[in-house]
């Protein structure tokens, strides 16, 4: 390959998905969808509801099993491989609820989500302290999310917005490549949409991610590509500029930014 056409390929791609299907009693939820998400870009699957987003989410995250199609994380088949296993290789998943232990502190929360990568999720029987090796890690992530001022906060007292913030260092903390965000704007304010967008940029500059997100306007300020779906079938997929001016998104949609 050429320099100039490996330029205009782009970043490599971490996660693609081939012809990838899910029948549910002969309902074909998801058909057909093909999906390149690439490393330190941030790809947003959008669509009105019922359009099947979360469920290419549960097939990508193996919580599902496909009807049909092929799933590759950097460049490994992990189309019949379970949730855990995906997890462990680099494909590392929020939820729509935000996951935190309310009553333990941000920097707790923080250890024991590092306690995996940190050799310590089966050593039960060392003392509370052999955790204390994971401060620096801790500190560390709750510096880059901004969460240095609520580090002995309980988590039960951040506000909604810094919960989410909270849960995404709680992943970055498994160390992915590639972070699935399932609609990590819902249910706030602007103040925390702005800080939450700015986030999401940040943490992509060194990983895939790829989001659910309903509000569109932050899809047009941060991603960098944008797939369409409606009725489990890609109508539409490029840069925000290309698919909100195509009439197939904007009849899904009837003028509903939601």
């Known amino acids: 390959m050429t320099a100039s056409a490996a330029a205009q390929s782009g970043p490599r ?68 491989t379970k949730p855990d296993k995906v997890a462990r290789m680099g494909l590392v998943r929020s939820f729509q609820i935000s996951a935190v232990f309310p009553h333990l502190t941000v920097l707790e929360n923080v250890r024991v989500a590092l306690q995996r990568p940190g050799g310590l999720s089966t050593q039960f029987w060392r003392p509370l302290s052999s955790l204390d090796r994971l401060n620096g890690r801790a500190d560390q992530l709750i510096d880059d999310l901004g969460l240095s001022e609520y580090r002995d906060a309980r988590a039960a007292d951040l506000s909604y917005g810094r919960k989410r913030v909270l849960e995404i260092a709680t992943t970055l903390a498994l160390e992915p490549q590639v972070l699935l965000l399932d609609e990590p704007m819902a249910g706030m304010g602007q103040e925390d949409v702005r800080m939450v967008a700015g986030i999401i940029r940040d943490v992509a500059q060194d990983r895939a991610v790829l989001m659910v997100e309903h509000n569109l306007n932050v899809v047009a300020d941060i991603c960098d590509h944008v797939t369409v779906l409606q009725r489990g079938e890609i109508i539409a997929s490029g840069d925000y500029a290309r698919v909100s001016a195509d009439p197939r998104v904007r009849t899904a949609y009837m003028g509903n930014e939601e």
């Open 13 to 80: 791609v971490v996660l693609t998905a081939r012809g990838l299907g899910k029948d549910f009693a002969g309902f074909k939820a998801v058909n057909n969808v093909d999906l390149d998400v690439r490393h330190a870009q941030i790809h947003a699957l959008i669509g009105p509801n019922g359009a099947g987003k979360t469920t290419v989410f549960n097939l990508l995250t193996k919580f599902l099993q496909p009807t049909r199609g092929r799933i590759e994380l950097l460049g490994t088949d992990i189309t019949r």
